[in-house]
């Protein structure tokens, strides 16, 4: 069935601040090396040190949940990933996520990890960061969103130095939440840390997580927008 709002009323109370729409190839998670719409969203509570979206951090353009989903569908994809910023920040996002699972469409949500995901719709695959110490935001995690995550969910730790691996690999080791996820990614921070360095320690751990990249950035540069 295709989603439509009740009425035009309903529709204006979740307008949604939105950066930009556009699509690519997906650069991460387990739907890596897909053609994917993104729909990046404004605002975010939290300031990374490494952050590479800052641009997303406001501005942008008032659109209402039925703008962004005819746009997504002209977009051609079956899968489409609401980003940020931090895509939970506003409340439109909920409507917004019922409507492209209503359309069909494989919904990815990237999250920095810090808000309550709960009412998320389990169709919906959460992609949530925790936040290791470099970023400088690692009190924020709010870890009991682990509790809701199932097992089409993933995780991703972003690792800038061996610090940061080791901080990541032991609360893993020591969380037996993390097992019941569908994965978790340790990421190297993209122009700091060698990727073969990072495999380097996982293999010697024997760590269960996979290696992530952001294969959009080996395509386009570490500056792309895509």
Same mark, same amino acid.
């Given at each position: 069935?295709?989603?439509?709002?009740?009425?035009? +009323?309903?529709?204006?109370? =979740? &307008?949604?601040? %939105?950066?930009?729409? #556009?699509?690519?190839?997906?650069?991460?998670?387990?739907?890596?090396?897909?053609?994917?719409?993104?729909?990046?969203?404004?605002?975010?509570?939290?300031?990374?040190?490494?952050?590479?979206?800052?641009?997303?951090?406001?501005?942008?353009?008032?659109?209402?949940?039925?703008?962004?989903?005819?746009?997504?569908?002209?977009?051609?994809?079956?899968?489409?990933?609401?980003?940020?910023?931090?895509?939970?920040?506003?409340? +439109?996002?909920?409507?917004? =996520? &019922?409507?492209? %699972?209503?359309?069909? #469409?494989?919904?990815?949500?990237?999250?920095?990890?810090?808000?309550?995901?709960?009412?998320?719709?389990?169709?919906?695959?959460?992609?949530?960061?925790?936040?290791?110490?470099?970023?400088?935001?690692?009190?924020?995690?709010?870890?009991?969103?682990?509790?809701?995550?199932?097992?089409?969910?993933?995780?991703?730790?972003?690792?800038?130095?061996?610090?940061?691996?080791?901080?990541?690999?032991?609360?893993?080791?020591?969380?037996?939440?993390?097992?019941?996820?569908?994965? %978790?990614?340790?990421?190297?921070?993209?122009?700091?840390?060698?990727?073969?360095?990072?495999?380097?320690?996982?293999?010697?751990?024997?760590?269960?997580?996979?290696?992530?990249?952001?294969?959009?950035?080996?395509?386009?540069?570490?500056?792309?927008?895509?």
């Amino acid at each position: 069935m295709k989603w439509r709002p009740a009425d035009a +009323g309903e529709d204006r109370v =979740m &307008d949604l601040q %939105v950066t930009e729409i #556009f699509s690519s190839i997906q650069g991460e998670s387990r739907h890596v090396g897909r053609p994917c719409t993104f729909v990046r969203l404004t605002g975010c509570n939290l300031r990374c040190s490494w952050c590479d979206t800052q641009y997303a951090l406001e501005g942008g353009e008032t659109m209402s949940v039925t703008t962004i989903v005819e746009r997504v569908r002209d977009a051609g994809c079956d899968l489409v990933e609401i980003t940020g910023g931090e895509p939970m920040l506003q409340e +439109g996002v909920h409507a917004l =996520m &019922d409507a492209l %699972v209503d359309d069909d #469409f494989t919904v990815l949500l990237e999250t920095n990890g810090s808000l309550d995901l709960s009412r998320v719709p389990d169709e919906v695959v959460k992609i949530m960061d925790v936040k290791c110490p470099s970023s400088g935001m690692s009190e924020k995690n709010l870890l009991s969103n682990v509790n809701i995550l199932g097992s089409r969910d993933e995780v991703k730790f972003v690792i800038a130095d061996r610090s940061d691996y080791e901080w990541a690999r032991d609360l893993v080791r020591s969380d037996k939440r993390f097992e019941h996820v569908r994965a %978790v990614h340790f990421t190297p921070l993209f122009g700091q840390l060698d990727a073969a360095q990072l495999a380097g320690w996982i293999l010697e751990d024997r760590l269960p997580v996979r290696l992530g990249f952001q294969l959009h950035k080996t395509i386009w540069g570490a500056d792309t927008r895509k």
